[in-house]
């Protein structure tokens, strides 16, 4: 199943790395504290056709860095950009709202990515906020209260936490293929500790056991990512908002 929300997290562990000798990755990382497992459950595809039919336009447009291809599936009236409590629209149009809050622009491309990932995640929900919009990637389900008490039993906060896209991931002693397997992931929340990798197709965890170790970037989401919002307009699925902070 295609995912964008790595990029985040990916963006985070880049800035993280570039203090890091390649030596602090050469020796196994030590064992952690064990904390206690909050199951995650996965949210559910989002079964329409037209839905699926206009994110396949918006990821071509996305890898081909379209912007006119991009307008043409952005609602007209009424887009928003929610961020940091706030609607940061104010009334533009929505393609340039899009373009600021993806950093579309930049030379880096790094925002036409993050879009192509948002468009290619089947996975969407109503949000409380925004009457008559879905917005994806959903979020899993679980237990908010113990949710909460993980974190306040570890002394962190949601942002040091992911969860993996599926069960039995291999949590690896070294960041590189073929080192050795000291866990597996199940389907709960796992603490993320960029430091300690050279490698960035690989990011650092710890898992409930308490074990340190190493899983591919594909292999888990960050908690709170950014979301791309769909609304109908004229009987059409659009692109009606956006959740989040945007470009990294």
Not at 56 to 62: C, I, L, P, S, T
Not at 198 to 213: D, E, F, I, L, S
Request: glycine content about 10%.
């Amino acid at each position: 199943m295609p995912r964008h929300r790595r990029l985040p997290i990916v963006a985070a562990l880049v800035s993280a790395l570039a203090g890091i000798a390649p030596a602090a990755a050469q020796q196994p990382p030590a064992p952690g504290k064990a904390y206690r497992p909050v199951p995650i459950q996965q949210p559910a595809e989002i079964k329409d056709a037209d839905l699926t039919a206009l994110r396949a336009k918006v990821a071509e447009a996305a890898r081909n860095r379209d912007r006119a291809g991009l307008a043409k599936v952005v609602a007209a009236k009424g887009f928003f950009w929610e961020r940091d409590g706030a609607d940061r629209a104010q009334g533009r149009p929505g393609i340039d709202v899009l373009a600021a809050a993806l950093g579309l622009a930049s030379k880096n491309g790094v925002g036409w990515d993050m879009l192509a990932g948002l468009a290619d995640d089947p996975s969407a929900a109503p949000v409380q906020s925004r009457k008559n919009a879905i917005c994806g990637p959903a979020e899993p389900r679980f237990d908010g209260k113990a949710f909460a008490a993980l974190l306040k039993d570890t002394q962190t906060d949601a942002a040091a936490w992911g969860y993996p896209y599926a069960a039995g991931a291999d949590v690896r002693a070294m960041p590189q293929n073929g080192a050795p397997v000291v866990d597996k992931l199940g389907l709960t929340f796992v603490r993320v500790m960029p430091e300690g990798s050279v490698n960035p197709n690989y990011m650092r965890v710890m898992t409930p056991a308490g074990k340190v170790g190493f899983v591919t970037i594909d292999a888990l989401a960050p908690v709170g990512s950014d979301q791309l919002c769909y609304v109908k307009e004229d009987g059409a699925w659009k692109i009606g908002g956006y959740i989040g902070a945007g470009e990294p």
